[in-house]
């Protein structure tokens, strides 16, 4: 069984310019989130994705972060426009719903320069 | 205070000792618990979930729970080279992980 993808793994950007990273869960899996760790600090919480539905977005750090998930399988998050700020590696994590496990991906590292 | 905390690092075990990672969570609520692995420059890893009370055991693994201490521990058994990575301990509140800031473990062979 495949695991949780992420596309792509490094990404160097300009502030001001947009990004946008993508997330294939695990086959079948409805739960879908979004995670940061920036330099120094634990993994942070995002957003939740059931479905295609945003169940908790608590944790985005602005309007300038977007998240989607159109058909309720692979999602995408787009940092719009980018500040030094950003910079960090962004993980995304899935799980079937039936207990609270989550699986997380690769990671994509955000460098804004 | 923060949600999670995990005890300081690094950690250094010879290779067939016992390391014994720690932590602690603020939140009484919680009720999921997750110890997770990530070597460097890699995902982390789900290595142990526990969810009552008590000792759960998995191969080398035991992770230890007990919710009126808001305490949460992971032990390495038997210690290998392979085990040398970062340890997270997370909780999970309304789905969404708190993690500890992360313990590393080496073992020296």
């Known amino acids: 069984e495949a695991g949780v993808t992420q596309f792509p793994s490094h990404s160097v950007i300009e502030k001001g310019q947009t990004v946008t990273l993508r997330c294939d869960p695990i086959?079948?899996?409805?739960?879908l989130y979004w995670y940061r760790r920036v330099m120094g600090k634990e993994i942070k919480f995002l957003l939740h994705f059931v479905k295609e539905s945003k169940q908790d977005e608590s944790g985005m750090p602005n309007n300038r972060f977007l998240a989607e998930r159109t058909g309720g399988t692979y999602s995408t998050l787009k940092v719009q426009p980018a500040e030094l700020e950003d910079s960090g590696v962004y993980f995304c994590?899935?799980?079937?719903?039936?207990?609270?496990?989550?699986?997380f991906g690769p990671g994509t590292r955000l460098t804004v320069t | 205070q923060k949600e999670v905390e995990q005890n300081s690092g690094p950690l250094s075990v010879p290779e067939g000792a016992i390391a014994s990672l720690n932590c602690t969570y603020s939140?009484?609520?919680?009720?999921?618990f997750f110890w997770y692995r990530q070597y460097s420059g890699k995902s982390p890893e789900l290595i142990m979930s526990?969810?009552?009370?008590g000792d759960k055991e998995d191969g080398r693994f035991t992770a230890q729970l007990n919710k009126a201490s808001q305490y949460v521990s992971l032990l390495i058994r038997d210690s290998q080279p392979s085990d040398s990575a970062t340890y997270l301990c997370?909780?999970?509140?309304?789905?969404?992980?708190?993690f500890g800031a992360g313990t590393t473990v080496t073992v020296r062979a």
């Open positions: 994590a899935s799980g079937d719903g039936s207990s609270y496990e989550q699986y």
């Open positions: 526990i969810y009552s009370n």
């Open positions: 997370a909780v999970n509140g309304d789905y969404k992980l708190s």
């Open positions: 086959s079948g899996h409805d739960n």
């Open positions: 939140d009484r609520v919680s009720q999921s």
